[in-house]
Nanobody, 126 residues
Framework: QVQLVESGGGLVQAGGSLRLSCVASGLTFSSYAMGWFRQAPGKEREFVAAIDWTGVQTSYADSVKGRFTISRDNPKVTVYLQMKSLKPEDTAVYYC???????????????????WGQGTQVTVSS
């Protein structure tokens, strides 16, 4: 049974930082491209960041470029999202997702992901 479990969310003031983690189980983590998405109240889930299975290639939404960094540790079966200079508009539930793909490419399309975590709440106060 595949599980993706996010952690690290919380309440932070604008300008602050958080690091989200997503631990995978039940899959061969190093065969999966991983991504982070977020969903704010009343809005559709949107792409935030993605990383290929090697950790070499990354992609970011324009809204987070330069502030967020995605990384992964394959031996620890974990993908991270380091978030800095947080803004109130970053407030959302953050989800990690996995897609089995062995080419060195990132996956940014929400529809292409196979597995999803339950999400972790990030709230940024002004």
């Amino acid at each position: 049974q595949v599980q993706l479990v996010e952690s690290g969310g919380g309440l932070v003031q604008a300008g602050g930082s958080l690091r989200l983690s997503c631990v995978a189980s039940g899959l061969t983590f190093s065969s999966y491209a991983m991504g982070w998405f977020r969903q704010a109240p009343g809005k559709e889930r949107e792409f935030v960041a993605a990383i290929d299975w090697t950790g070499v290639q990354t992609s970011y939404a324009d809204s987070v470029k330069g502030r967020f960094t995605i990384s992964r540790d394959n031996p620890k079966v974990t993908v991270y999202l380091q978030m800095k200079s947080l803004k109130p508009e970053d407030t959302a539930v953050y989800y990690c997702a996995g897609r089995k793909i062995l080419t060195i490419t990132t996956v940014t399309d929400i529809k292409e992901y196979d597995y999803w975590g339950q999400g972790t709440q990030v709230t940024v106060s002004s």
